[in-house]
């Protein structure tokens, strides 16, 4: 299993990937939508605690330093690298 810890001391791994995922959803939908489903809701569907994702949520956003857009050149440049790895 690999390890990786980022800035924040928050280790990214199997056994977390998830919550990763699930907080990267979370922020997604929250930017994309006016009625968005609360934490709670969000916290009980990905089998985390509440506290746990409020938690994640500040975290993350703070890692990307609460830049949730991505530009076109930045995204061109992660589908040619996803393209790259996996093709």
């Known amino acids: ?3 990786n810890t980022n800035k924040a001391g928050v280790s990214i791994n199997s056994l977390t990937i998830h919550r990763l995922i699930l907080v990267a959803i979370l922020i997604t939908h929250k ?3 006016d ?3 609360l ?3 969000v916290a009980y569907i990905g089998g985390v605690q509440l506290q746990e994702l409020n938690f994640l949520e500040e975290e993350f956003l703070e890692l ?3 830049n949730i857009s991505v530009d076109d050149q ?3 440049d992660y589908i040619t690298g ?3 790895h996996f093709i």
């Open 1 to 3: 299993m690999q390890s």
């Open 31 to 33: 930017f994309y939508t």
């Open 74 to 76: 930045e995204y061109e």
């Open 39 to 41: 934490n709670n809701s």
């Open 35 to 37: 009625p968005f489903y």
């Open 64 to 66: 990307i330093n609460f």
């Open 82 to 84: 996803l393209k790259a």
